[in-house]
């Protein structure tokens, strides 16, 4: 049996909720140093530490939101991510190492509810998610790029500068094409990236021609309805009109 738990309980920002935010922020910017920079053996000692230290707050995290959900099975439809967010980027989880970048989603999640406290129309919660959305998939295809491509023979994605380059120019569908996936594997991400990257920016483009033709129509429309109303009025001053003409024959 499910426990039915107070809607406000589960939007509600507390301090724990801060905390969450501000180790989520670091932890993402771990990774993002992991990946792209060549760590001293002691500063990677005290990443990691601190990394770990880190994966304990997001495990907490998992359980104190699902008790907010009543300990409902409907959590764990995005809860996952949460648990794969509380994966250490140590040598002993090196096989789920692409499972580290679900950081950024935890924090770009918590980051939604700050956001919901201070925006108000739909339409700046579609357009302001847009860009998260692209962040997430920029930083993960990079991360799993250089999974498959940086030990592949004639790969030209060898670095973690080559891995962001290539998804960048891929996911804002430029492609200048100096760097390119040579693996199955890698292909495959690629071709996922093309089509996001289309469906991010032609929804975009959607969005931003809507906002503004959209009022223009509605203004349109606001004038024809005045127009219909004001035609409704005379006919009924002339229907009222024959009445009485008929009433006085």
Known sequence: MEVEIDPELRERLNTWDWLVLVVALVSMIFVILETFLTIP???????????????????????????????????????WLDLLASIPFDAAFRTFQAFRIYRVIRFLRTLYKLRELTTGTSFNEKLLAMPGVALVMVLFSTNLMLEFEAGAPGATIRTGG?????????????????TY?????????????????????????????????????????????GEISKLREEIRGLREELSRRDRRD
């Open 41 to 79: 053996p002691a500063t990677l000692g005290i990443m990691i530490t601190a990394d770990r230290a880190a994966c304990g707050v997001f495990f907490a995290d998992m359980i104190i939101r699902w008790r907010r959900e009543g300990w409902s099975r409907r959590y764990w439809r995005l809860g």
């Open 181 to 225: 996936p040579v693996t199955g594997a890698g292909r495959a991400i690629a071709a996922v990236m093309m089509l996001v990257g289309i469906a991010l920016f032609g929804s975009m483009s959607a969005l931003i021609t809507s906002r503004l033709i959209l009022p223009r129509e509605a203004r349109d429309h606001a004038d024809e309805k």
């Open 162 to 178: 080559d891995a962001l380059w290539w998804a960048l120019t891929t996911v804002t569908t430029v492609g200048y094409g100096d």
